[in-house]
C-alpha cells in the first residue's frame, strides 16, 4: 500500500490558482481511456450510489462478486437495490464466465466486473455470458484496483463498458488521497450524473483544503518505505490513520463515511491530474517489482495466480494457509503484508441472508495476503521479501498451500 504520489506533487498540487482544475482533471482520464466524459466524487462509493440514483432503480437486482471490495454491495444496499453475489472459483479470485451467467438473467438491471488486484478477467467469457443471459443490462467496470489493464488484443478490458469506476484513495494504483471517478460512455447520462452530484454534495470548505493537505502530507510520510513497518505501527498505535480501518470501509454494516457528501477539494483533482501524467511510469514500475516477484516466487515453487494478459498488478496476491501467522512472521522481518480484502462480502453484517452462498469467496476471504509491490521499491527489498517467505515456510510448511 504506498501513494504514487510523491511530496513535490503534493506540494505542486496545493499551489493557488487552481480554479477549473476539476474540470481539466475530469477531461484528461477521459480522453485517457477513451470515455466519452468523467465525473469526480469524494469517494469511489459515491460515485456509484450518484449511478445508481440517477438511474432512478430502485429494489433492482445488480450482480456484484463476493470477493471484492465491500464498499460495492454496501453502496447497492444504501441506494435501495439489492445484491446478487457471484462466487469466485476454487482456485482463483474472480468469478468465471460460467459462474457469472449462472447469475444473472432478465431481471438483473447491471453487472460490476472487477479485475480485483489488477488481474485480468475472462473478458471474452464475460461479454458472451452478459449477451447471452442479459442483453441490455448495464455494465459497471469496477476498474478501481485495475485502471487502463489490456486484454492479450491491446484493447482495454472495459472498452466495452457503460461506466467505469476508478478509485483514488489511498493504496490505489493513482492517489488523489480520497475520491473517485466515474468515466462514461454515453455523455448525456455523465450530464445527469455530474447535475445529481451537483445538487447533492457541497462544496469543500478552506479548513478542508488544509485538512486533505495535512492529510496528505501524513500519507506520504506514512507509506513512503513499502516495507517499512511504520503504517502498521501508525493504523495500530495512533488514530492518525485510522481512517483506514473499519471506520472507513464499514465492515460492521453498510454505511458511507463522514465526509462523504463534500466534493473533494481542488488540490485532489490536481494530485490526481499530475499523478495521470505519471500513469505509465507507475503501471511499469508495478509490473516491474510484480515480474521479480513473479520469477523468484516460482523458481521456489510458491503457487501463483496465471493470467491471460499482464496485469496493472495493483496489489501482489498470494494465497497461503495460515494468513494471520504468516503475516505476524513477515512483519517479525520487518515486513508488512496487506490484507486488503480479509473477507467475503456475504459472510459480513448487513448480508445475513447470503451467508455461505459463495464458499469459495470465503476461503480467499481468509487466506489471501498481499506482499508489498508499492512503485520504486528496490530488487534488493523483493528478494528479501521472498528470501523470508521461504524461511517461514521451511519452519512451518503446513502454513502454506
Ligand atoms: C477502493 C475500491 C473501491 C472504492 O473505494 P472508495 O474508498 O469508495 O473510493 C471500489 N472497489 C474496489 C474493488 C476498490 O478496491
Known amino acids: 500500500m504506498k501513494p504514487a504520489f510523491d511530496l513535490t506533487e503534493l506540494f505542486r ?7 477549473g482544475e476539476e474540470a481539466r482533471m475530469e477531461a484528461a482520464f477521459a480522453e485517457k481511456f477513451r470515455f466519452s466524459a468523467a465525473v469526480f466524487f469524494p469517494y469511489g462509493r459515491t460515485a456509484i450510489h450518484a449511478l445508481l440514483r440517477t438511474m432512478g432503480w430502485r429494489n433492482r437486482e445488480i450482480v456484484v462478486p463476493a470477493y471484492t471490495c465491500v464498499v ?40 460490476v466486473p472487477t479485475p480485483l488486484y489488477g488481474y485480468p478477467l475472462d473478458g ?48 490505489k494504483l493513482l492517489c488523489s488521497l480520497t475520491g473517485g471517478l466515474m468515466l462514461f460512455k454515453d455523455a448525456s447520462l455523465a450530464k445527469q450524473v455530474r447535475a445529481y452530484r451537483d445538487r447533492t454534495f ?12 495535512a492529510y496528505g502530507a501524513a500519507v506520504w510520510a506514512a507509506f513512503r518505505n513499502p516495507v517499512l513497518v511504520l503504517t502498521h505501527f501508525l493504523e495500530h498505535k495512533t488514530s492518525l490513520l485510522h481512517t483506514f480501518t473499519e471506520d472507513l470501509y464499514g465492515k460492521t454494516g453498510p454505511s458511507l463515511p463522514a465526509g462523504n457528501n463534500k466534493q ?5 483533482a490536481r494530485l490526481a491530474r ?3 501524467r505519471r500513469y505509465p511510469e507507475i503501471i511499469k514500475e508495478k509490473r516491474r517489482i510484480s515480474s521479480v516477484y513473479e520469477n523468484l516466487l516460482q523458481q521456489e515453487g510458491f503457487k501463483l495466480f496465471p493470467h491471460r494478459s499482464t496485469p496493472t498488478y495493483a496489489q501482489f496476491p498470494l494465497q497461503v494457509k495460515a494468513r494471520d501467522p504468516v503475516m505476524a512472521a513477515l512483519l517479525d522481518r520487518g515486513i508488512q503484508a496487506g490484507n486488503l480484502i480479509d473477507y467475503s462480502c456475504p459472510d459480513l453484517p448487513g448480508y445475513e441472508g447470503s451467508q455461505g452462498t459463495c464458499p469459495n469467496a ?11 509491490n508499492g512503485p520504486y521499491m528496490p530488487p534488493r527489498d523483493v528478494e528479501r521479501v521472498v528470501r523470508a517467505m521461504v524461511d517461514i515456510r521451511q519452519a512451518q510448511p503446513d502454513w502454506f498451500r
Not at 136 to 160: M, W
Not at 202 to 213: E, L, R, S
Request: net charge negative; with cysteine.
Open 13 to 19: 498540487a496545493a499551489w493557488p490558482g487552481n480554479a
Open 202 to 213: 457541497i462544496p469543500p470548505t478552506w479548513g478542508d483544503a488544509v485538512a486533505k493537505w
Open 362 to 372: 470465503s476461503q480467499f476471504g481468509r487466506e489471501m495476503i498481499n506482499l508489498p
Open 124 to 171: 471474452e467469457g464475460y461479454r458472451q455470458a452478459i449477451q447471452e443471459r442479459s442483453p441490455g443490462v448495464f455494465v459497471l467496470y469496477d476498474a478501481a484496483q485495475c485502471f487502463g489493464l489490456q486484454e492479450a488484443s491491446g484493447r482495454f478490458q472495459f472498452e466495452d463498458a457503460d461506466a467505469v469506476l476508478l478509485a483514488l484513495g489511498v493504496g
Open 274 to 276: 499530475l499523478q495521470l
Open 264 to 268: 473533494p477539494t481542488a488540490l485532489q
Open 72 to 111: 460495492v454491495p454496501h453502496t447497492v444496499m444504501l441506494s435501495g437495490n439489492r445484491v446478487s453475489f457471484v462466487d469466485c472459483q476454487a482456485d482463483y479470485f474472480h468469478p468465471s464466465a460460467g459462474q457469472l451467467a449462472d447469475r444473472l438473467g432478465p431481471g438483473a438491471a447491471m453487472v
